[in-house]
């Protein structure tokens, strides 16, 4: 266990100086980017560009700069995921993704959607408030409690299911799934994969060609270091002109600037996704983040993190915790979960003395990024071992 990582290599990045971009770290340990990407100081520099340039130019701003910001962006995401920049749409949140896609399907036939009790809860939310329109959402459980079983999956798409929509990234265990081996089994079926991606893109690589995923839904908030109010809708080229979504709106039209109403006609790429006006300064901020990402390279930061999960997870043993987590690194992101029913309080001890992590339902969630070190895994595990000898109820929970 925990020992895949011999032979690789990081490739230039020098981490003492990026972890100086994020001034938050002079002052706590943040080990909650499953929770919010730490500002930089190059987010925190567009943002006030944005703002300059509203000062500046007012709307004139939107033909000089902001529309080819957007542009930039999304080509800044293309990058990040290795597609086509056409296949690439600016949407505020996944739900806002996920009402685009749920609005352009034909659910009459294939009135399916599957997806799993360890996935984050919107996916479920979305579909399930779908059937007054004839929509079964089936949740696939899990038997331990950190993965799902893929022919457990497997048994649930058939010739009527639309969409498998899960996540490449359980959000409270940190496994990653098996992509490929999904996309496989949904091709049998002629059934969509769409991934909501949030957890993983930014730590963990993807190619999108490769992995076979046709929608992939993915944010700023956490990983790719954007902050809220900006998100990430690939679409297989080869979809796109099948999908004519009804939640709409004038961003989406080919010829926005003409304001017709007696015609409507989706522009051909996938930016028919984009219904209403973005929020300019989160297209800013995200587009700081990705381009931070794509300098250093998802593949060095994977690397990274690995290691500095291996050193938390080996120190959280050593300490006898209670971990649900993956025990293969392999499939391992970097969020790890300690079982606890008093997590919330353990979330706030720790806060009084500097260190931000989360909690979620049993358990305290930790995540270290690229701009942690060995000093922020040391201080967590040993302030946890202090919080836990004062406190006798904390391992009242094995195997929530």
Not at 359 to 375: A, C, I, K, T
């Amino acid at each position: 266990m925990l020992n895949r990582l011999e032979g690789l290599q990081l490739i230039d990045p020098d981490w003492v100086a990026l972890r100086k971009e994020f001034p938050s770290l002079e002052k706590i340990s943040y080990l909650n980017t499953c929770s919010l990407g730490l500002l930089s100081n190059r987010c925190r520099v567009a943002t006030e560009r944005y703002l300059d340039l509203w000062l500046e130019l007012g709307a004139s701003a939107w033909y000089s700069h902001w529309m080819d910001e957007m542009i930039s962006l999304r080509a800044e995401f293309a990058t990040l995921i290795s597609s086509e920049i056409e296949e690439i749409a600016l949407v505020s949140s996944i739900s806002a993704g996920l009402t685009a896609v749920s609005s352009s399907l034909d659910f009459s036939n294939r009135y399916k959607v599957v997806t799993t009790e360890l996935d984050f809860p919107t996916l479920a939310y979305h579909f399930s408030a779908l059937q007054p329109r004839g929509v079964e959402t089936i949740i696939v459980p899990s038997d331990d409690g950190v993965t799902v079983d893929i022919e457990r999956l497997a048994k649930q798409v058939d010739e009527h299911t639309a969409l498998l929509a899960t996540s490449r990234v359980f959000f409270t265990t940190g496994w990653i799934q098996d992509i490929p081996a999904l996309s496989k089994i949904c091709k049998k079926t002629g059934t969509l994969l769409l991934v909501d991606d949030y957890q993983a893109t930014g730590q963990v690589p993807l190619d999108i060609r490769k992995s076979g995923i046709d929608i992939l839904l993915s944010g700023g908030l956490k990983w790719l270091l954007g902050g809220p109010g900006i998100s990430y809708m690939y679409v297989r080229n080869e979809l796109i002109s099948s999908f004519q979504p009804t939640a709409t709106g004038w961003f989406a039209q080919r010829d926005q600037f003409s304001f017709r109403v007696d015609s409507r006609e989706y522009k051909e790429d996938a930016r028919r996704f984009e219904a209403g006006t973005p929020s300019v300064a989160s297209v800013y901020a995200g587009k700081a983040g990705v381009s931070l990402i794509n300098e250093i390279g998802v593949e060095n930061i994977r690397i990274r993190t690995l290691n500095l999960t291996k050193q938390l997870v080996e120190k959280l043993y050593g300490n006898n915790f209670s971990l649900r987590i993956p025990l293969d690194l392999d499939r391992h992101a970097s969020i790890t979960m300690i079982e606890t029913r008093e997590s919330r309080r353990v979330v706030e001890q720790l806060r009084e003395e500097g260190i931000i992590v989360d909690s979620r339902p049993g358990g305290v969630r930790l995540s270290p990024y690229f701009y942690n070190d060995e000093h922020d895994i040391a201080r967590v595990v040993s302030s946890l071992v202090g919080i836990r000898e004062a406190m006798p109820e904390f391992d009242n929970s094995k195997r929530l």
